[in-house]
């Protein structure tokens, strides 16, 4: 593996920010697509088509719930159209309501679902540590109001389950996961996807493993199944019984085709991404506040985030100066989950004081940044990403000049 010289830093006058040409021509995602073997998913959808069954629980469909149960380790996986929609059915079937505890710290697909469902989302403070909801910040608020919990196993590193679970005991609590980022992690040594009442997966695009558009809640719970899976379809029972309120939750055959065709290639994927995430760990070792989020080497990962905490306090540079100096170099850098979910509309107007409880949210919110990596990124790639940004660390005085200049106003022409 060919990894990037940490001990020499290149000139600044090599930054675009600085006038050079961009490191890459091409834009650098974060969450560009894995597209795995494309004649495998090709010929399946040959077929789909030939067969003229195109979505409402179809063969594809059926085959991906089998693999993805018999991989997670659960009795029911019920496909859909995606992650959000797979939310909003899993809290409606859990009868979840009033208000629900949450983080600040995720995608605000996770708040969203609640609203939409007119639960009031109730935002608690994240553990530095793990990035993921405190347990004892969810204890603190339970009101007679609160239903239940939905705990985000952010960047696939799990929540503190056991300690989460006993808050809900001991206040008769229903308890979910957005296992969106945790596919194929374990926690524990059980497989994500078997904590609480159920829990959900995205198999967006952008996600390691991908559908299109797509997601899954997965359970062992044989009638909370039954009742999302019927949920999914507008609430039918029968051809002429709707028994629930449903909605049109269903997985396309052609979004099979691609998952299905996805899971076959995952330790590939899942090989990739922890190749990326070891280089990057190379690359920016010892950089004087700048620390590369971890992953449990004795748990299952997939290591689809490559997160990069920057303590301004000890590093030359922001996270924001960083993040331009790289999207002048077209690496486009995230921001994830910058400013949080409680400084978002709606909730910045419901919960205007939301912020008061939240401090690590603010605080780590303010320092994250995530870096590309998946099948389009090779360890060249990430050598040089790692190269700009100890350029950028090493040259701040010149950054921070080349970004003030960018924010003056223009000086009024002289005549
Ligand atoms: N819960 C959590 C904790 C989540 O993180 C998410 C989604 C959900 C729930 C909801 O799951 P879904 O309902 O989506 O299944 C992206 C994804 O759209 C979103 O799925 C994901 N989390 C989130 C973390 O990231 P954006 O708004 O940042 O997407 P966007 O359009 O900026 O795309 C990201 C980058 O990927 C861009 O630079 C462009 C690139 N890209 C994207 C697509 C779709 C490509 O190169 N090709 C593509 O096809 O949310």
């Known amino acids: 593996m060919q990894l990037v010289d940490n001990a020499v830093p290149a000139t600044a006058s090599k930054l675009a920010l600085l006038g050079a040409e961009p490191a890459f021509q091409d834009t650098l995602h974060v969450g560009r697509p894995n597209i795995g073997d494309a004649r495998r998913f090709l010929a399946r959808v040959q077929e789909m088509l030939e067969r003229r069954w195109l979505t409402n629980d179809g063969p594809l469909v059926k085959e991906f719930e089998q693999r993805i149960a018999d991989f997670v380790g659960v009795r029911h996986c019920i496909a859909m ?70 705990g985000v196993h952010v960047w696939g590193r799990p929540c503190e389950t056991e300690a989460i679970e006993l808050v809900a005991s001991r206040h008769g609590l229903r308890v979910m996961y957005d296992a969106a980022h945790a596919f194929g992690c374990s926690h ?17 695009a952008t996600k390691f493993l991908n559908s299109f558009e797509g997601g899954a809640v997965v359970t062992n719970d044989d009638d909370l199944a039954e009742k999302m899976r019927l949920m999914r379809n507008f609430g039918f029972a029968g051809y002429d019984r709707v028994i629930y ?34 280089a990057y760990r190379y690359g920016l070792k010892e950089l004087p506040g ?54 978002m509309e709606p909730y910045r107007s419901l919960q205007p004081n939301a912020g008061l409880l939240l401090p690590e949210t603010e605080r780590i919110g303010s320092r994250v940044i995530v870096l590309p990596t998946g099948e389009t990124v090779g360890v060249d790639t990430v050598s040089t990403i790692c190269r700009l940004i100890r350029t950028a660390f090493g040259h701040a005085v010149d950054v921070r000049r080349a970004l003030d200049c960018r924010a003056a106003p223009l000086a009024p022409v002289a005549r």
């Open 245 to 278: 309120l449903g909605m049109n939750g269903k997985m396309t055959e052609v979004c099979a085709a691609m998952g299905v065709s996805s899971l076959e290639g995952i330790d590939e994927i899942i090989a990739i991404n922890r190749r990326n995430h070891e």
């Open 188 to 204: 524990k040594g059980r497989m994500v996807g078997s904590f609480g009442a159920c829990e959900i997966f995205s198999f967006h």
């Open 81 to 150: 159209c995606n992650a959000t929609v797979a939310l909003e059915i899993a809290i409606r079937a859990l009868d979840l309501k009033g208000e629900v505890i949450i983080p600040s710290y995720t995608f605000v697909a996770t708040a969203h679902a609640l609203q939409w469902e007119e639960i009031t989302p109730v935002f608690a403070d994240m553990d530095p540590r793990t990035h993921n909801i405190d347990p004892a910040a969810i204890e603190r608020l339970v009101t007679p109001k609160t239903s239940g919990i939905i």
């Open 290 to 343: 700048v620390t590369i989020i971890d992953y449990d080497g004795a748990e299952r990962n997939n290591y689809q985030y490559v997160v990069v905490e920057i303590d301004p306090a000890l590093a030359t540079l922001n996270r924001d100066e960083l993040v331009a100096v790289l999207h002048a170099e077209n690496v486009l850098a995230r921001k994830y989950f910058w400013p949080g979910c409680h400084r």
